[in-house]
């Protein structure tokens, strides 16, 4: 499988009179975000727009309110989402109601906040690529996720290099070396054991070979 291989498979799922919404899941540090940037940005080429990117980051809860919770200290696990947010997005983007464009929220990195309407969906766009870990984890909300979703890709790499990838990217966003390291190899890779139980629900095993390469920080 090549990456030109997935790109004419994310075009298919595209058909006159409905939109589809492709999901793209692994573990932190797989290579999900590169590879569904890549996706929309060479589907979408230089012609008119008419496929977005929603990110699951945006249904993250707040700090304030995971301090509220007492989970601020796993940050990333399934319950400091909005799982059922997430999902009615993904049921109102399918159902396309009345051609309005329809704001997601995004998710800013620096400040590792959600933020609200940040992404607009516009009745143009006939597939929409949304991406993070949980897609097809079955428990509590987030099994009202995968029923939305017309194919989901699973990313699949060599373990040294996701964990290689995903404390790089912390140390890229304010943490110093050793406190990102206890993060990837503790609140991470739990997460990141969680999320390799739900790969057999995959429509699709994306290998490392045919994800592109991250961008370097």
């Known amino acids: ?7 004419k498979r994310a075009a298919a799922l595209a058909r006159p009179g409905r939109r589809a919404i492709l999901g793209i899941t ?3 540090g797989a290579g999900k975000t590169t590879l569904a940037e890549h996706v929309v940005r060479k589907l979408n080429d230089d ?19 995971l301090d509220r919770l007492g989970r601020r200290d796993r940050k990333g696990a399934p319950d400091t989402f909005d799982a ?19 704001y997601a929220p995004g998710f800013e990195r620096v400040l590792e906040q959600p933020l609200a309407g940040a992404l607009p969906v516009p ?21 009202r996720v995968r029923p939305q979703l017309d194919e989901v890709w699973f990313c699949e790499i060599d373990e040294a290099e996701r964990v290689r990838r995903l404390v790089a990217r912390h140390e890229e966003f304010g943490k110093d070396h050793a406190t990102a390291v ?21 429509d699709v095993v994306v290998p490392n070979t045919a994800l592109p390469a991250p961008p370097v920080p």
């Open 1 to 7: 499988m090549t990456f030109d291989d997935l790109l």
């Open 26 to 28: 692994g573990s932190p």
């Open 47 to 65: 012609g008119p727009p008419w496929v977005a990117h929603v990110p699951m980051d945006g249904f993250h809860l707040a700090d304030a309110e």
């Open 84 to 102: 059922a947010g997430y999902a009615a997005l993904l049921r109102r983007l399918r159902a396309e109601e009345n051609g309005e464009i329809v």
């Open 123 to 143: 009745p143009t766009a006939r597939l929409v690529v949304t991406e993070g870990n949980y897609l097809l984890l079955e428990t509590g909300a987030w099994a």
């Open 182 to 202: 206890a993060w990837v190899l503790g609140t991470d890779q739990r997460n990141a054991d969680l999320v390799t139980t739900t790969r057999d629900r995959a």
